[in-house]
């Protein structure tokens, strides 16, 4: 290869990792602000969502939907990844377990129905079932309430209509910028599992019990819902960020080793024409 063909792909994979330098600084600070807001979203939507299905099930006589306890023979998979990609692997891990996900079910004779969060997951799972029953991409970021809203209203009409008897959540665990895990959940039914030293608390509720228990019921599963895309959008970030920050040390790596394949070329170059000069002295010269 010609020293000016080395040199042009140099140039090109400098011009590679400047844009992947500044890729990981954009990635950086919205990993950043992501992880605000998962820290102040995390602890309410959780209390929120245990407290919802606590005080649903202490209300004597108390029905809903979503607390309908039925023999599970579909179920509903919400699959959680993001828009866009360059950040690794992080879709491909979430989609590989959505696949043994539902292959375990299918092989216990359960029918799966699938929900779509993003578009790497709609366009993956489209690709391959005919099960996704509904989609979501092009969220805000970072995504608000609306949204979450939006998935909740569509999660709850299937489950009450009987489409899906369960619903299990995939989506990434947020614990810094270095560890987020994929984490599998059963959402819906909407059942507390009391513990022995929990005490039974006692409410005072204004308008009625049925009344407030619904709207808490409505609430709890958008703010779980929230959490969830709240989570696996910091998640998406750093792993963004990371992805980057290899893409520009992989960059230097190729530079460095460009340069030595540059200036061997150009060496011998060197070596080639100082022969010829030498040749032709030596041939003068008898």
């Not at 649903?56 to 959680?80: D, N, Y």
């Not at 569509?154 to 810094?176: H, P, Q, W």
Request: glycine share 4%; proline share 3%.
């Amino acid at each position: 290869m010609r020293p000016n063909d080395v040199k042009r792909k140099i140039k090109a994979v400098q011009n590679i990792q400047k844009i992947t330098k500044a890729m990981k600084s954009v990635a950086a600070v919205k990993a950043r602000k992501a992880e605000e807001r998962v820290k102040k979203v995390k602890d309410y939507s959780r209390e929120m969502f245990e407290l919802t299905k606590r005080l649903s099930t202490e209300i004597a006589g108390f029905k809903h939907p979503l607390l309908e306890k039925r023999e599970v023979k579909t179920v509903g998979i919400l699959v959680v990844t993001s828009d866009r990609g360059l950040c690794g692997s992080f879709n491909a891990n979430i989609l590989k377990e959505t696949l043994k996900l539902y292959q375990k079910y299918k092989s216990e004779g359960k029918e799966v129905r699938l929900f779509a969060v993003g578009r790497k997951a709609k366009q993956f799972l489209e690709r391959r079932f005919p099960v996704v029953i509904a989609s979501f991409t092009k969220l805000p970021q970072p995504p608000t309430q609306a949204e979450a809203s939006l998935i909740a209203s569509e999660i709850t009409k299937y489950f009450s209509d009987g489409t899906i008897d369960a619903l299990k959540v995939l989506y990434y665990n947020y614990k810094s910028m270095a560890k987020y895990t994929i984490v599998e959940e059963e959402v819906l039914p909407l059942i507390h599992v009391q513990e022995k030293s929990e005490p039974k608390a006692t409410y005072i509720f204004e308008p009625e019990e049925d009344v407030v228990a619904s709207y808490l019921l409505e609430r709890g599963l958008m703010a779980e819902i929230l959490r969830v895309i709240l989570e696996t959008a910091a998640s998406e970030q750093a792993a963004r960020m990371q992805a980057m920050s290899q893409a520009s040390e992989n960059a230097q790596d190729l530079i460095k080793q460009l340069t030595l394949a540059f200036n061997k070329a150009r060496q011998a170059i060197i070596t080639r024409e100082l022969s010829e000069i030498v040749g032709t002295t030596t041939a003068l010269g008898s």
